[in-house]
């Protein structure tokens, strides 16, 4: 496996004291911690500002959701180009709330994949079933399609140096979180999947992670690092569920 990575997605969350003053305790705390790769995702008009605060740092900026198109006539949205501009290294495609909340479907997701890495961008592509898919034991379908729309539309390889979340969506944000071992099973029906097309991506689990269940996730096998939410506005438990990451 390579370096364990944690990304911290804000959401809507933060204003410019918090972007001051949580990407600068993590800018620093990430010195201290060079066996974990970790990202922060702040909202866009924050991007700037934490480029410039972590600058010189091992931290890395991500975003948190990007256009399909490169350039145009296109109000309101945003292009993977001006995210590599302001300092991003990461985007997040496909977040669940994204998919039931602002209709984005496996194949906008797959194009926003596309944009990800036509603008040099390291793409995190989030999958997860519903609990109702989980209960129907419909959960490696469900995962296999959301893969297979990417694989179809950019290629076998696409997935080589990208980033999988895994994160079900019953477990975000509900403080529900998978026990390691449904994370664990989820994670190695992935990896089994995309290394079929000769991938080997950093594969993440997100969904109420925090400090107290982050290591017994983070000790599979499968399992390489965590996409966190709630906890990553909060220094202390971010850098905790970090050091959970860190090999042992
Ligand atoms: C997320 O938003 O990707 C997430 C995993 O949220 P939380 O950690 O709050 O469940």
Redesign the pocket.
């Known amino acids: 496996m390579s370096r364990p990575l944690v990304v911290g997605?804000w959401?809507m969350f933060g204003d410019r004291q918090m972007v001051a003053g949580l990407v600068g305790a993590v800018a620093e705390a990430a010195a201290a911690r060079a066996g974990v790769a970790i990202a922060v995702c702040p909202p866009f008009p924050y991007l700037s500002q934490a480029a410039a605060v972590l600058q010189g740092s091992a931290l890395r900026l991500g975003a948190q959701n990007l256009a399909v198109e490169a350039s145009g006539a296109y109000t309101g949205e945003v292009s993977g180009a001006m995210l590599r501009d302001v300092g991003c290294h990461y985007v997040?495609v496909g977040?669940?709330?994204r998919r039931s909340l602002f209709g984005e479907d496996s194949a906008l997701v797959a194009r926003k994949f596309r944009a990800a890495l036509a603008a040099d961008l390291t793409p995190i592509l989030?999958v997860g079933e519903q609990l109702a898919e989980r209960e129907a034991g419909d959960t490696e379908r469900v995962i296999a399609a959301q893969l297979d729309a990417v694989l179809e539309l950019c290629g076998e390889q696409a997935l080589a140096g990208a980033v999988i979340?895994y994160?079900p969506v019953w477990?975000?944000?509900?403080g529900k979180v998978a026990t390691p071992e449904q994370a664990q099973a989820v994670h190695r029906f992935i990896r089994q999947r995309v290394s079929a097309a000769g991938s080997t991506p950093t594969i993440l689990y997100?969904?109420?992670?925090k400090p107290d269940n982050a290591a017994g996730l983070f000790a599979q096998p499968d399992v390489d690092g965590?996409?966190?939410?709630?906890?990553?506005l909060v220094a202390d438990q971010f850098l905790s569920i970090c050091d959970a990451a860190l090999p042992r």
């Open positions: 997605n959401k997040i977040h669940s709330e989030c979340a994160e477990a975000i944000g509900t997100g969904g109420s992670v965590g996409l966190i939410g709630g906890a990553s």
